[in-house]
């Protein structure tokens, strides 16, 4: 089901937040968009909600009416997508809808969306593909992050970066901006919908000769709760690395995806227009 907001003007932003199991945070990520006011485009928020077990759906709802951005909806997925089907959906969502450019804020509040307001302010996304947070690059900065974990994600980036040929700061934080257009292809579609989509679509960009950016910006930890083994998680990253390296077409062909969907589908809870 897909609801229309009004036709907007070039160079609108649509703010999405995938959500699953964070009824604990989900309201402070909301909260966040207050800021936006300091926006001239265009733009509403967009929240998805992965089949949640938990009440962050019905946070989110008391969130948003509370909220006083004025465009705004609330949506949940038919079946659980994972983060990367979720993604899918926003994707799907943004140019349904005619948004040029998707900005993803995760719902878990590890990540503030005032670290890229200065950008979108300054129009930095308009002269790239994607503007990509940054939790390791010079000037960013990690709380409750532990050190193994950092330097594990730093040795993964270079791996990442000499493969791809491209330097990589991060393969995939909590925020980043998309310009919408390149989805339209659909070279993400078979992309993996678990919480190894980014790894296949920071490849997917760079393969694909997209101009992206990296930017710093602020992560911490404190009471989320994470959804990532990390054991069988770095096993698929192998993996990934090494099908990638060894036939770059055929990684790009292939369907990397548990199951096969057609379409993802979802279900509009509420929405919003001022």
Known sequence: MSV?????????????????????????????????SELSAP?????????????TLAV????????????????????????????????DYARDQGFDHVVVLHGDD???IADILPLLKAGA?????????????????LEGYS???TWANRGFNIIFSIIAGQRFYDLGSGLNLFRRAPFDT??????????????????????????????????REDDQVSN??????????????????????AFHSADHRATKRDSYSYSVVRHWEV
Request: charged content about 20%.
């Open 228 to 249: 990532v083994k990390l054991f069988s998680h770095a096993k698929r990253m192998i993996s990934l690395l090494l099908s990638r390296f060894l036939n770059k077409n």
């Open 60 to 91: 989110a709802e008391r969130a948003l009416e509370a909220s006083s951005v004025g465009r705004k909806c609330l949506v949940r997925n038919n079946d659980n997508y994972g983060l990367g089907g979720s993604h899918k959906v926003a994707f």
């Open 125 to 141: 996304h308009h002269s790239v593909d994607a503007l990509l947070g940054a939790r390791f690059m010079r000037g960013s900065s």
């Open 43 to 55: 733009h509403a928020v967009l929240c998805v909600d992965n089949q949640s077990p938990d009440d």
């Open 110 to 112: 590890q990540g503030s």
């Open 4 to 36: 229309a907001f009004p036709s907007m003007a070039n160079e609108s932003i649509l703010f999405f937040v995938p959500m699953y199991r964070c009824s604990a945070q989900i309201g402070r990520v909301i909260a966040q968009f207050e800021q936006l």
């Open 186 to 219: 659909g070279f993400h579609t078979k992309y993996s919908d678990d919480l190894t989509f980014n790894y296949y679509l920071i490849f997917g960009l760079a393969d694909h000769k997209y101009k992206l950016r990296f930017f710093p910006i602020r992560w």
């Open 147 to 149: 050190l193994a974990r």
